[in-house]
């Protein structure tokens, strides 16, 4: 059993899918953190949705993919801020109507185009069709990531949590605000190969979560959810292999099973420990 577990980091394959999906890891559970701090769970999934029309129109173009998502995921991240800023509707609101929107026509262009790729793959990704080039990339896409987050970490901590004092202490809100959008769609882009246009957001929020529910304190949250999402990206990939199974849900299904733990045990945050707490006599009285 032990040999049949650790195979796939024998085969070449296997190896850039693992490395790959680590690296992806990192950069997805950074913004996480974010994204759950700031309650943008759904802008993560609306421009996740947002940029297969830009996917389709690149493939009948013949320009680079990555292009075209970028593009069509900046016009929804401008879109939702403009009609945010000049309507009476709240942003979730916008949102739903934008990344729908958008994600149907997706689906009409690609019927329309005769394009030499499955749907299958933009919606699922293809990890295991990796090449030593996508490694790379997305090693590189991380390492500016995590390096951009973690040099303004602080005004983006302060912005996260109360975007008016962050304005009032003269911190550039908008820029971090529109800065923070622009590296939630490269990201989104780099994963549309490795896990596609519909599990893409379980890497941007599953860890996250689970970060939160663990402590709270930033920086320890920011651990526990890189340290989840590696691990679950690993532990699914090496079971999609045992098991024959689609390594981009595996890796999305064992996310889930660490956040259910999380959310029944966690020490500080955890259902179970909530209910003892509850439970438990005020302090200086006397049960009964």
Known sequence: MLEL???PFTIDFMQQALITAVFLSIAAAVLSCFLVLRG????????SHA???????AYAAGVPVVIGAFIAGMFCTIATGFMTEHSRLKEDTVMGIVFSGMFAL???LFSFFAIDVHLHEILFGDILGLTWRDVW??????LVCVSLVWFRRKDLIIHSFDPQHAKAIGLPVKALHYGLLI????????????????????LLIAPGAIGYMMTDRFDTMLVYAVGSAVVASVTGIVLSFVLD???APTIVLMLMVIFISVFLF???HGLIRSKRRARMPAPGLEST
Do not use: N, R, Y
Not at 40 to 47: E, H, P, Q, R, V
Not at 51 to 57: A, E, K, S
């Open 40 to 47: 943008w769970a759904l802008m993560g999934d609306a421009i």
């Open 106 to 108: 997706g689906v009409v």
């Open 51 to 57: 940029v297969l029309p830009g996917i389709v129109l």
């Open 266 to 268: 966690a020490p500080v």
């Open 137 to 142: 990339q997305t090693g590189v896409v991380a």
């Open 245 to 247: 199974s689609a390594p």
């Open 183 to 202: 590296l939630l769609s490269i990201v989104i882009v780099t994963a549309l190969k490795v896990v596609g246009i519909i599990l893409v957001i379980a």
């Open 5 to 7: 577990l650790w195979l």
